[in-house]
T-cell receptor, first 112, second 118 residues
Framework: DGGITQSPKYLFRKEGQNVTLSCEQN?????MYWYRQDPGQGLRLIYY???????QKGDIAEGYSVSREKKESFPLTVTSAQKNPTAFYLC???????????FGQGTRLTVV | AQKITQTQPGMFVQEKEAVTLDCTYD???????LFWYKQPSSGEMIFLIY??????QNATEGRYSLNFQKARKSANLVISASQLGDSAMYFC???????????????FGQGTILTVHP
């Protein structure tokens, strides 16, 4: 079945550590997105990519990094520079203009 | 630039009644798309309905309809005959369709929590 897969579902990080969240899609979508959601809040855009080897900062990119080496994959690294990383992270993809985004199941990151 | 505003943090509705969730947007681009998503407590994002800025008619999908008022820059979601399973967070989102670096950016509002009472 086609879809978008995020892993892991739950992730615990010690302060000062970098962690990488995985996002893979087999929908052949060009655009991919990373969002952060805090409890009871909306989705805030971290980074997005429209084609391989290209990506743009969203509204809250500080403390995060991404890569887009393959069309199918858009991993997000939460660096130690992100002071408050505990949140729910959602990855999405879509074919382009005028199309809805498909979302993964999310990764819940907790700093311990 | 693009901005989405949902001013209702929470809404309550009686089962079988209709409810309207508000969404206003701000952009100077003439070509854009508007989306509504549902997020149950499980966290998954479920696409509900889409409206293009040039669409002449309001979008409908089953019990969902989008009341699109372009001059007022509003794109309200109407849910008819509410069901208990409609209780969830609802998000409005916008994407610009013109070229340039804004293409592809998908921006969400703050969300509205809908509670359906039996």
């Amino acid at each position: 079945d086609g879809g978008i897969t995020q892993s892991p579902k739950y992730l615990f990080r010690k302060e000062g550590q970098n962690v990488t969240l995985s996002c893979e899609q087999n929908l052949n979508h060009d655009a991919m997105y990373w969002y952060r959601q805090d409890p009871g809040q909306g989705l805030r855009l971290i980074y997005y990519s429209q084609i391989v080897n290209d990506f743009q900062k969203g509204d809250i990119a500080e403390g995060y990094s991404v890569s887009r080496e393959k069309k199918e994959s858009f991993p997000l690294t939460v660096t130690s520079a992100q002071k408050n990383p505990t949140a729910f992270y959602l990855c999405a993809s879509r074919t382009g203009k005028n199309t809805e985004a498909f979302f993964g199941q999310g990764t819940r990151l907790t700093v311990v | 630039a693009q901005k989405i505003t949902q001013t209702q943090p929470g809404m309550f509705v009686q089962e079988k009644e209709a409810v309207t969730l508000d969404c206003t947007y701000d952009t100077s681009d003439p070509s854009y798309g508007l989306f509504w998503y549902k997020q149950p407590s499980s966290g998954e994002m479920i696409f509900l309905i889409y409206q293009g800025s040039y669409d002449q008619q309001n979008a409908t999908e089953g019990r969902y309809s989008l009341n699109f008022q372009k001059a007022r820059k509003s794109a309200n979601l109407v849910i008819s005959a509410s069901q208990l399973g409609d209780s969830a967070m609802y998000f409005c989102a916008m994407s610009l369709n013109a070229g340039g670096t804004s293409y592809g950016k998908l921006t969400f509002g703050q969300g509205t929590i809908l509670t359906v009472h039996p």
